[in-house]
């Protein structure tokens, strides 16, 4: 296939060399092409810096040849603690963890079972860090009326009950019917207790703010003298009949009784102690764990108002004064005013 020429559209000149005759560029075009060739390579050199830059710090690697990686090197346990314990800041520290250990070792040589998480709970909890004590109040692992050094506990207290601290030994709860009698026993009288703890002392506190009433112990006295005047007020309640008094209480104490242990309008099947509905208006018995916990507080409160209320009769028969009375002057003079001198003074 022949070769296809290719044909110009040039102008005729006088002869073939001249239509290859370089035309010379106008003055001044070298200057201005140079010019803008090396503001071409200046912008691209900036330009790769740029994406260099952005991409070292996008992988977050910056090249230093100065830095190299040091590894340290492997030591052992021992040559660990040697270093520890020389070093002045953690000599203290470390004796004490060598101390714990070996208490730890002692504590699990007489448990017979290494449990460093239960040792080091224990630990804080007598080191006085509350949420670290023992909470649980019920079951096997409640705590012990002798704590750690109480080695029996009664087959029949089994933790079901609040208060139950394993303390049993004259064997009064060994019948379930008689531990269920005395059960219900306590926490009445310590329901009664807490009120009566609080109502011996409510007299004093109302005469320090200007009141005039008689003490607690000789409170129910006047109803036979001038009657017995609700907040010493006669226009509130004035009991002059110690009979219709008495009558009352009977009344009503009887009636709130006989429908707490029946049950009220939900029958026999709640719980005679803890019958919630309308005896808990403020819906504590909501919430199961709450209730749990706050039974096991009423119990305790319970008995703590009991002895209080033994000591308020005590000192009533010794000094012949109210509980804040006796209080007072016992801070004002605590080596001439306290029970030991009333023990010898004391004539019945």
Sequence with gaps: MPKRSRSFDAPKYPNSQAMYTAVPAPKGSYSKLAISVAA??????????????????????????AASM????????????????????????????????????????????????????????????????????YGPNRPKYLGPFQSYTPSYLTGEFPGDYGWDSAGLSADPVTFKGYRET??????????????????????????????????????????????GNPNLIHAQSALAVLSAQVVLMGASEA?????????????????????????????????????????KNG????MAMLGYYVQAIATGKGPLENLTGHIADPTHVNGFAFATEFTP
């Design 303 to 306: 008995r703590l108002a009991m």
């Design 40 to 65: 071409n390579c200046a912008l691209a050199v900036v330009l790769a810096g740029v994406c260099v830059r952005t991409s070292a710090v996008g992988t977050g690697i910056v090249a230093n040849p």
């Design 259 to 299: 429908y707490r242990f029946n049950g009220g309008p939900l029958g026999t099947d709640k719980d005679i102690l803890y019958p919630g509905g309308a005896l808990d208006p403020l819906g504590f018995a909501k919430d199961a764990n709450k209730v749990a916990e706050l039974k096991v507080k009423e119990v």
């Design 186 to 231: 306590e926490v009445i009288h310590g329901r009664w207790a807490m009120l009566g703890a609080l109502g011996c002392i409510f007299p004093e506190v109302l005469n320090s703010a200007g009141f005039n009433l008689p003490v607690w112990f000789k409170a129910g006295g006047t109803i036979f003298d001038q009657g017995i005047d609700y907040l």
């Design 70 to 137: 040091k590894v340290a090197p492997r030591t052992s346990v021992k040559q660990a603690l040697n270093r520890a314990a020389s070093h002045p800041a953690a000599k203290a520290k470390f004796e004490a963890l060598v101390n714990a250990g070996t208490i730890m070792k002692k504590i699990a040589d007489i448990d017979g079972v290494f449990n460093v998480e239960e040792m080091a709970r224990e630990t804080a909890c007598v080191m006085g860090v509350k949420n670290a004590c023992n909470v649980e109040w």
